[in-house]
């Protein structure tokens, strides 16, 4: 008996799963993806109602100034951009939910590709409004003398914390977005692998 078999290891040296054994993998990867969907809709919420509801208002020189988020297009990207992946991890929370409640746990190649597809748009989409809205803050907080842009932060400092703490949380948004697409990629290729007759199941 040859090593291989003992071991239970494809040729290609990959972890060969039968019966039982993948179930409990792709409930436990289903159970992943539905945790981290629901954590980036919960820090979604959160981010973008710290920056959309931020407002100070400063007095100068007898004149009122506000300090909003439609002051700086980097932070209504950044809204926009946590309202969207926030609605989308919603739905695709609840078709989670639906598929282990009726047992369907694997996915067919169509509507795996429209997940894996999803995933990867709103990773970038979170990644871009992330890098965006931090160089926008970088400005804010440190100013630019070579442009004579001065430091916003120095006169609406409440402002820029919430805005701070927004940031953060869609950082953690964009972070669960690649882990979630490494996960969707991994619920589609292995449709074309040895076990894709066994996952031909729905949703």
């Given amino acids: 008996m040859s090593s291989v078999a003992v071991f239970g290891v494809s040729p290609g040296n990959v972890p060969v799963y039968h019966g039982s054994d993948l179930k409990v993998v792709d409930r436990k990867v289903r159970i992943t993806e539905l945790v981290l969907r629901c954590v980036i809709f919960g820090l979604g919420v959160l981010a973008a109602a710290l920056v959309g509801f931020d ?3 400063k007095e100068i020189f007898s004149i009122q100034k506000k300090a909003k988020f439609t002051d700086m297009k980097a932070l209504v990207f ?16 609840l078709r989670c939910g639906v598929s282990m409640l ?3 746990l694997l996915l ?5 590709w429209v997940i894996f597809s ?3 748009v709103m990773a970038y989409l979170t990644f871009a409004a992330v890098a965006a809205a931090g160089q926008s803050s970088v400005f804010a907080e440190l100013g ?3 442009l004579q842009w001065m ?3 120095n006169m609406y400092g409440k402002f820029c914390t919430q805005v701070g703490e927004g940031i953060a949380s869609s950082l953690v948004v964009s972070l669960s977005m690649v882990t979630l697409s ?13 076990n894709k007759g066994k996952s031909s199941g729905g949703w």
């Fill in 55 to 57: 407002v100070q208002v």
């Fill in 108 to 112: 067919n190649k169509p509507l795996a």
């Fill in 144 to 146: 630019q003398p070579e």
């Fill in 78 to 93: 950044l809204v926009i951009a946590n309202v969207l992946v926030a609605t989308y991890s919603l739905l695709q929370g």
């Fill in 118 to 120: 999803g995933d990867q």
């Fill in 102 to 104: 009726r047992g369907s």
């Fill in 151 to 153: 430091k916003i932060c």
């Fill in 182 to 194: 490494c996960i969707s990629a991994f619920n589609l290729f292995r449709l074309y692998g040895g």
